[in-house]
């Protein structure tokens, strides 16, 4: 039951890359993934008729959008260690 | 200084001479030091009677102590000592109080010795309980105020029963490892670590699943937490079970996996009836307008997400922890 840290942030960093490279216009508007701004329903069904596939493309987006640039950051030092410190 | 009278003769007697007093040691020996300065805020409830009766301690301890206390140095000294503990303590206070909830945390571990016995028969043989809502005091205007703490409401949660079965689950499995002849004190921050990776990992799939499913969570994170603590007595029950039946390396052959599955079966039954009133709000009539209209769809959904933390979920984080 030998449980190692090192190996969850891997995983995750892998994980958060890989949501982060989809194209945004070349394959998720392909599959109907894109984040098409839905019509202006006002009223009190905005709440409740968000369905379960608009939120996961609203988290997507949103993890995009505010993950790309500390990414960057992060991978540069990943790399940085794996390839200076073995 | 003696004032030279001009006016009147000196009399008699000569003027009274002014000594110098040897000055080495205490001149004039305190015998009650000075009361410490009133408190200002009254944040530490816990703090000031110890620190109000600490310099009457010392003050009627005077004769005892002898030369301890007289030294005007050393009771300086005892009372910067006293005014830094109680700035240390303001201090790490309010640094504290923006993290950790105390006043929160405090309402989970009221419990008393009845509850807690009844909340383990309930943990373990959930069927035969009839009422599962938890109790709420009446506010001053008729609204509903807070929950009662568990020491009046045997559906409430608390964080005594789960926090104790973790610190047992981990001693426990250590002590396993050391009766097969595996331990090493590392053994000890592992389990640790991998029993708290379990319950985050848990908590956060409820908070993705609720956030998926936009099912607006009153109730604190805290209660979450203490739900899914509740299974490590189930777990406790059956690495127990399972090693004294077996003698060897546990949780394995037929009566292992018989109370595995019972405990397991118990918990999540648990859980549904407790989490219930949590995630599926149904009929609340307050009169808050924010939860209007919950459709069909939502709500069957709603309750195969209940369905589905309940049993696979939980069936898959039993079945980490007691693999030992």
């Known amino acids: 039951m030998f449980f190692a840290f ?62 790309r640039i500390p990414l960057i950051v992060i991978n540069s030092i990943l790399i940085v260690y794996e390839v200076i410190l073995g | 200084m003696q004032r030279t009278n001009y006016g009147h003769p000196a009399p008699a007697t000569s003027p009274p001479l002014h000594h110098p007093v040897p000055q080495h040691v205490s001149t004039v020996p305190q015998l009650r030091s000075p009361p410490p300065p009133a408190p200002q805020h009254q944040t530490s409830g816990y703090g000031n009677p110890y620190q109000q009766q600490g310099p009457q301690g010392g003050g009627s301890a005077f004769g005892a102590y002898g030369g301890f206390m007289a030294d005007p140095t ?35 571990f009221n419990v008393s010795n009845s509850y807690v016995v009844n909340k383990l028969f309930l943990v373990l043989f959930p069927w035969r309980h009839k009422p599962w809502s938890r109790k709420q ?7 509903e105020g807070w929950f009662l703490p568990p020491r009046d409401d045997l559906n409430s949660p608390d964080m005594y029963i789960p926090l104790m ?29 991998y029993a708290f990776f379990v319950v985050g990992i848990e908590i956060l799939l409820l908070k993705f699943g609720c956030y998926l499913l936009s099912i607006s969570n009153d109730s604190q994170l805290l209660d979450l937490v203490a739900y899914s603590g509740y299974k490590f007595v189930g777990v406790i029950a059956t690495i127990l079970v399972s090693e004294i039946s077996n003698g060897g390396k546990g949780t394995g052959g037929w009566i292992g996996w018989t109370i595995f599955s019972y405990t397991f079966l118990a918990n999540a039954l648990f859980l549904l009836r407790s989490l219930k009133y949590v995630l599926l709000p149904e009929n609340s009539n307050d009169e808050r307008g924010t939860m209007q209209t919950v459709a069909r769809s939502q709500k069957s959904r709603r309750t195969q997400f209940l369905f589905l933390y309940s049993y696979p979920l939980q069936l898959l984080f039993m079945w980490i922890l007691t693999r030992i």
């Open chain 2, 165 to 193: 079965a973790l610190v047992t689950y981990i001693l426990l499995s250590t002590m396993m490892a050391g009766l097969q002849g595996a331990f090493n004190p590392e053994l000890l921050g592992y389990t640790a670590t």
């Open chain 1, 6 to 67: 090192g190996n969850l942030i891997y995983i995750s960093v892998l994980l958060v890359n890989a949501i982060a490279i989809l194209s945004e216009d070349r394959f998720l508007a392909r599959v109907g993934w894109s984040n098409t701004v839905s019509e202006p329903a006002f009223g009190a069904g905005s709440a409740g008729d968000a369905s379960i596939k608009n939120k996961l493309i609203n988290l997507t987006t949103s993890v995009r959008t505010l993950m």
């Open chain 2, 74 to 108: 050393a009771q300086m000294g005892f009372q910067v000592g006293q005014t830094a503990l109680k700035h240390g303590t303001e201090y790490v206070e309010q640094n504290f109080n923006r993290y950790v909830n105390f006043s929160a945390l405090k309402h989970y």
């Open chain 2, 137 to 143: 005091t009446i506010g001053p205007s008729g609204q």
